[in-house]
Structures are given as C-alpha cells and as structure tokens.
C-alpha cells in the first residue's frame, strides 16, 4: 500500500516516526505530505528514503484556503496513487475530511487530545473541531481518555474510535551524554532539581509547579525548578516567581531541542496537567529513568503509572499539597526514587512500545480497505 502521513507537524514527531518506520517494514510505500516549510521531519523521511513533501499555505479568507488544501491534496494523492492517508492535527485533518469524499483514498485522523482544545480554543475553532470528528469516518484516539472525552462531550460515534496508544520506536532516541547531563547540573547546582516540560499555557499548571517549589524551599530543601516550553502564560509565571522571591530558583528555559539532557540531569518530572490524551514527555523521562509525579485520572497516567511503584500520583484538587507532602518524605531518599525511575522505565517500552501498536493498525489497515 501506499501509505502518506500528513501534519503541519514542523518538527520532530517521533509517533509520526516510529509509524512509518513501521509500515515501511511491512512493504508499504511512506509518504510525507505537510502544511509547513521543510523541517527536521521531512529529513528523516527523506533519509530514510521515503517521499517527503512540504506546502506551506498562502493567508487567505478561510473558505478559500481550505479549497485550495483540500483540492492540492486530492491532488496529490491522485498523483501518488495513495491508498490511505493518515493525518494528524487540526488544520490538517479538517483539509483531510473535506477531501475524503472526492478521492478513493481513506482516511484516518488521529485525535491526539482529550479535551484541552475544547477548553483553550476560540468558538470558531470548537466548531471545526466537531466539525472534523463528525465527519470523520476513521478515528484513532491515542487513549481511552481521548475516545470517552469524544462519545461522552462530542457524541462521537463509538464505532469509529479506535484506540492505539501513542506508540514510539525507542530506538530512534539517543540517550544523553554523561557530559551534557553533568554541565546541565553545573549550571543549576541544587539539592533537588526538579523539571516541568510543556506549553506554558493554563491547563497545563506550571504555575501550581512553581507554588510547589515554593513550599520546598519554605521547608528549608535547597531546590531548584526547570520550565522547558514556551506559552501565552509565560509572563505571568515569570511575575508569580518573582513574586514568591523565587526568581533564582525558577529557571526559564524556553524551547529546546534536547530535552532529554533536562531530563536524564534532573531529580524529578512534576506534571501537574489537568487534561491530557497521552503526554509523550512523561514517556521520554521514562527513557532516563527520570521519576514522575503525576495527577490521577489525567490522560492515560492511570494506566500505567502506579503510585509508590514507578511514579507518584496526586490528586487533581490537591495536588499540591499531596506532591509537597511526598516529597517532604521522600526526597532524599534515593533508591526509592532511582527504583521508580527504573520501574516506570520497564513499563514504557513495554506498553507504549510501537511493536505492540502495528498490529493494531495492521487490522484498521485492513477494516478500512475492505
């Protein structure tokens, strides 16, 4: 088969990755097809010797520019003899949904959040989201959080759903150098280093990490915060650290591209996200043995992180206070916390391990073809 992937994703997108990679070894032809200038992922497709391709759209009134998306990839796909296209993210999947009904190429959109969009976005933007899952006749939903969240609130139907963790091949992560990890200590010495990664927006609670940290450092534990991402709150937790007189202690990273090196330098991963569908960044601390703590019945964290055990799991409502007083008990002791570590590490690339995922889409693949 003739298999295209299409995104607007502009950067690395190691699900996106670890599927091609994967039905390329099964005998199918791997396209990349994306609605943003040439980037690291068209790189990889290319050295890996499959077809990348990129458009990056005009600004146009709305209508017109989804016309001209939807007619440029019926296009393609005509061109390229396309059997299925798997698509991932918003704009790309409405284009996709649209051109369904004028080509013999199936689509399947993947639905990679829960309900953050619903609650972030602008009413024009919770319409075309209804608009695209509606309409959708294929769905992959990357966790049971994800699907309940569209049958549930969207009245999605069911039928349609079907659920593939986010899957990685974890061959394709390099490990960081003892170097990099010792500078990264160097450069921000404290007793406990704790990190946060993610958009530096509401829902993902960085501000309640850095109410945290205070409380720490109040109990008198010489700590210290990393926040890696960028987001419209980002002057506001930049205020909120300067105001608690944590200035020194909240570090601002800003975009990178080695999170790794954070990670694998860093004490603890604190994720207090109120919505997630699969967060990949839990899983990438797992890859450095990095212990996470986690709020319960966020995203798909239940499934696999099991308190005590590989992780810590705290309360939505409380999750504060339940971190903070963890962590006054626990923090120095180390071999409870490498044990986590090494447990979480087992347990995701076992489960999230894309091995597991292929047959999965193998039997989709199949359903949808006829």
Not at 160 to 176: A, D, E, G, H
Not at 181 to 187: K, L, Q, S, T, Y
Not at 250 to 267: E, K, M, Q, R, W
Request: glycine share 4%; with cysteine; charged share 20%.
């Amino acid at each position: 088969m003739n298999i295209l992937f299409y995104t607007v994703a502009n950067k690395r997108s190691r699900d996106i990755e670890s599927q091609a990679l994967a039905f390329a070894s099964e005998g199918n032809r791997i396209f990349l097809l994306t609605q943003s200038p040439h980037s690291i992922l068209h790189d990889f497709f290319q050295a890996n010797g499959f077809t990348a391709q990129s458009r990056t759209p005009t600004p146009r009134w709305f209508p017109i520019h989804v016309m001209t998306e939807v007619w440029a990839l019926i296009r393609y796909c005509r061109q390229n003899n396309i059997d299925i296209i798997h698509s991932h993210l918003d704009p790309c999947n409405l284009i996709a949904v649209l051109a369904q009904y004028f080509m013999r190429a199936k689509v399947v959109v993947t639905r990679h959040h829960a309900d953050a969009l619903v609650f972030e976005a602008s009413p024009k933007a919770q319409r075309t989201s209804r608009l695209i899952y509606q309409g959708a006749r294929h769905i992959v939903a990357v966790s049971e959080n994800a699907k309940d969240y569209m049958v549930n609130v969207e009245k999605i139907n069911p039928e349609k759903i079907q659920v593939i963790p986010l899957s990685f091949n974890f061959q394709l992560y390099t490990l960081p150098e003892p170097e990099s990890v010792f500078r990264i200590r160097h450069d921000y010495p404290a007793q406990l280093l704790l990190i946060c990664v993610g958009r530096l927006s509401p829902l993902k609670r960085m501000d309640q990490v850095i109410d945290l940290t205070h409380q720490l450092f109040r109990q008198g534990i010489d700590v210290k915060l990393l926040l890696l991402g960028q987001g419209p709150e980002e002057e506001k937790l930049k205020h909120q650290a300067n105001a608690l007189g944590m200035k020194d202690r909240i570090v601002f990273i800003g975009f990178t591209h080695n999170v790794l090196d954070y990670l694998a330098a860093s004490d603890i991963y604190v994720h207090l996200s109120v919505t997630e569908a699969s967060c990949t960044t839990v899983k990438e601390a797992a890859l450095t043995r990095t212990p996470v703590i986690v709020c319960r019945g966020v995203g798909d964290f239940n499934s696999y992180v099991h308190h005590g055990e590989n992780g810590v799991l705290v309360s939505r409502e409380e999750s504060v206070a339940q971190a903070a007083e963890y962590l006054l008990q626990h923090w120095q002791d180390k071999p409870h916390w490498k044990n986590m570590g090494e447990n979480l590490f087992t347990t995701v690339t076992q489960h999230f391990n894309i091995s597991h995922a292929l047959p999965l889409y193998d039997q989709l693949h199949l359903k949808i073809k006829g």
